[in-house]
């Protein structure tokens, strides 16, 4: 078995968290039981895909950050 530590966004976490307990309740075992789950779709999702593929999905999410952030930048400059 392996420890993983990461820091991750607050209210994924938060967001996870509630989907748990309202789906089973928030018992021993029942985080790490969805992070593996979560793991699990996510390779099936993504392992027959080609280095090809896998490329172009990442740069069309970078992509989409740097719109986001575009975006982000605009509406602030927008109420001053």
Same mark, same amino acid.
């Given at each position: 078995? !392996? ?8 209210? $994924? !976490? =938060? =967001?996870? =968290? +509630? !989907? @748990? &307990? !309202? ?7 029942? @985080?790490?039981? *969805? ?5 699990? /779709? &996510?390779?099936?999702? +993504?392992?027959?895909?080609? *280095? ?8 069309? $999410? =970078?992509?989409?950050?740097v ?7 605009? /509406?602030?400059?927008?109420? &001053?």
């Amino acid at each position: 078995m !392996v420890r993983v530590s990461t820091n991750l966004d607050d209210e $994924i !976490v =938060r =967001r996870f =968290r +509630h !989907v @748990i &307990y !309202v789906r089973s309740e928030l018992k021993k075992g029942t @985080i790490k039981k *969805a992070l593996e789950e979560a793991m699990l /779709d &996510y390779i099936e999702k +993504h392992e027959d895909k080609t *280095a090809e593929e896998m490329a172009v999905d990442s740069e069309v $999410i =970078r992509n989409q950050t740097v719109l986001e952030k575009i975006r982000f930048s605009n /509406d602030l400059f927008r109420y &001053y």
